[in-house]
């Protein structure tokens, strides 16, 4: 009994005040983005694009709005030359 008190006086001894670690703050993580590659109009190449589902999102529902504000029937080129 004596050598147990013995052995937990000496490890609390050992151990120096405050070395406890502060928990790390949690890192947020970032948003995984969707990368797609896209056909240039007049080029061979394609160009890559990444967005998060977000930002996806709100460039369909803008691209949506172009659209019905242009009218779905209306022609690409209505000027002179088409």
């Not at 947020?28 to 590659?37: F, G």
């Amino acid at each position: 009994m004596l050598g147990m008190i013995l052995v937990l006086a000496l490890a609390q001894a050992a151990a120096p005040a405050g070395t406890e670690r502060p928990a790390e703050p949690a890192k947020a993580e970032k948003p995984k983005k969707v990368c797609v590659e896209e056909a240039q109009m007049g080029s061979h190449f394609k160009k890559r694009i990444c967005a998060t589902p977000e930002e996806w999102e709100k460039r369909r529902e803008r691209d949506a709005a172009a659209m019905s504000k242009r009218g779905a029937n209306a022609p690409a080129c209505s000027g002179p030359g088409c």
